[in-house]
């Protein structure tokens, strides 16, 4: 089994934004992802403070990209964002993505983990 889970590139639809479907996604998204694997760590990147605001209420904190996975197959990931070629150009280690981390053994994160049901 791997050692993280990576749950980026969410991107709503114009039509559908500021209706809480993006905060609904990433719950769902975040439950799945600690069920079935709650040992792991749970990557992502974003450049949306949306986003960037639902993963800090999730209990994701910012983290450097030195903090984040060196596996090539999470950063192949990228490879579709209009970004890449500035991530690539400094060898992974910055973008204008904001990186952040859900870390399971994180104290802070681990108070999150029981989310209230009108989240």
């Known amino acids: 089994m791997g050692k993280y889970i990576a749950n980026s590139g969410l991107?709503?639809?114009?039509a559908y934004r500021k209706s809480g479907v993006a905060k609904r996604i990433k719950k769902q998204i975040f439950e799945i992802s600690r069920n079935r694997y709650p040992?792991?760590?749970?990557?992502g990147l974003t450049t949306g403070p949306t986003i960037m605001k639902i993963n800090s209420e999730l209990g994701y904190t910012r983290v450097t990209y030195s903090e984040m996975t060196n596996d090539e197959q999470f950063w192949n990931g990228c490879k579709s964002c209009n970004n890449y070629a500035i991530l690539a150009s400094k060898n992974f280690q910055n973008c204008l993505c904001t990186a952040m981390l859900y870390?399971?053994?994180?104290?802070?994160?681990a108070?999150?983990?029981?989310?209230?049901?009108?989240f």
């Open 39 to 43: 040992e792991l760590k749970i990557f």
């Open 11 to 14: 991107i709503v639809a114009n």
């Open 111 to 118: 108070m999150l983990k029981e989310l209230p049901a009108e």
């Open 103 to 109: 870390d399971p053994n994180n104290e802070a994160s």
